[in-house]
């Protein structure tokens, strides 16, 4: 799927995310191909790639393009309307910092290409590192490692954190900077806390577990039952648990 996004586009996007408070991921902007599958977290959409040919031409030179050959672009005339936080920004302040840089759109996508490269530093160190830091224990709850993850740089332990949140809750956008901090406190802590959206961070019997509020955890090495209704025991007899496990009952 091909969208229309120009380096403009791309220059209010870092702006708007520096605004709010982003890291080295928000502050790369627009990426000029993203699988989809992972933006939206729809896994029937993994071979569906998002992509943006016009990220690097500037909009006046779209414009220029279109004036050459007799075409007449249509208007969108919500782009206007400055209630919207990005036409605020495009309207009014992007040409007020332009009156102290008349550049100040370049600078902003130089900088989302600087923050890009450094994520891909991020990516290389944590691609080998992650199936040992962060492990399943159910369709929404994974287990940290918190002695692995604490003894790692800063920058790496948050960037851990905060794609162990998006893994779960790949539909938030803009993970914010306490949210983060929040996680990676009560993880060195081995204490409950909210985090992001309908996210737990729970301490489990040494394990420290994020997971979506209330859903369930899965230790495949401990006997566990397939459900949480009560279930009533034949003696004799056996009863199946999760992962193999099996309970056999005897009269002795």
Not at 65 to 85: H, I, M, T, W
Not at 133 to 147: Q, T
Not at 198 to 218: C, K, P, Q, Y
Request: glycine share 6%.
């Amino acid at each position: 799927m091909a969208v229309g996004h120009t380096a403009n586009d791309q220059a209010e996007t870092v702006l708007m995310h520096l605004i709010r408070g982003a890291g080295p991921s928000g502050l790369r902007g627009m990426l000029a191909k993203t699988q989809l599958g992972s933006w939206v977290g729809v896994s029937a959409d993994e071979d569906l790639y998002l992509v943006r040919p016009l990220l690097e031409i500037w909009r006046h030179e779209t414009v220029d393009y279109c004036k050459d050959r007799g075409l007449e672009p249509r208007a969108d005339s919500s782009n206007q309307d400055v209630r919207f936080f990005r036409n605020r920004l495009r309207n009014e302040l992007m040409p007020e910092l332009e009156t102290y840089n008349p550049r100040v759109q370049e600078v902003l996508v130089r900088t989302a290409k600087v923050m890009a490269a450094e994520s891909e530093v991020f990516d290389s160190f944590l691609k080998d590192r992650w199936p040992e830091w962060v492990h399943s224990r159910g369709d929404d709850a994974l287990e940290l490692d918190v002695d692995r993850i604490s003894s790692a740089p800063l920058g790496l332990q948050r960037e851990a954190m905060r794609r162990a949140i998006l893994q779960l809750a790949p539909e938030l956008r803009d993970i914010s900077f306490d949210s983060v901090e929040k996680a990676l406190a009560a993880m060195r802590a081995g204490r409950r806390a909210s985090v992001s959206g309908d996210l737990d961070l729970l301490a489990i019997n040494g394990a420290v577990i994020l997971r979506r509020s209330g859903s369930e955890i899965r230790f495949e090495q401990h006997p566990q039952m397939k459900s949480g209704d009560p279930i009533a025991l034949n003696v004799p007899g056996e009863f199946q648990l999760r992962a193999g496990w099996t309970i056999s009952i005897s009269r002795l």
